[in-house]
């Protein structure tokens, strides 16, 4: 049987040397970086993830859940050098910069 890879994520910014170690992100995540050219966390450095949302949004030719956007906000947010907070906890942020999401 084989190990399972564990994907340790980063404490900081400055440690953050994959997209994965990035709080809050996943395989799935990575892919939607990825095809919108993000290939690694500094590309999130200075990030609009409003702008991210919108655009991966028009790339798949779907709305995506709301929580995709907090996702984003969390990681763009971190990346600036905030502390690793859960996605969920930008929910109330979310609402009131954008409520119509």
């Not at 763009?76 to 910069?97: C, H, I, L």
């Amino acid at each position: 049987m084989a190990a399972r890879k564990t994907h340790t994520k980063a404490a900081s910014a400055a440690e953050c040397l994959t997209l994965r170690q990035i709080p809050n992100i996943g395989p799935a995540m990575v892919r939607d970086l990825e095809s919108m050219g993000i290939r690694q966390p500094a590309d999130l450095i200075g990030a609009d993830a409003f702008a991210l949302y919108q655009r991966i949004c028009k790339l798949t030719g779907k709305r995506h859940d709301p929580c995709v956007l907090d996702t984003y906000m969390a990681a763009v947010d971190f990346m600036n050098g905030a502390s690793p907070r859960d996605w969920w906890s930008y929910t109330a942020q979310r609402k009131r910069e954008y409520p119509d999401f």
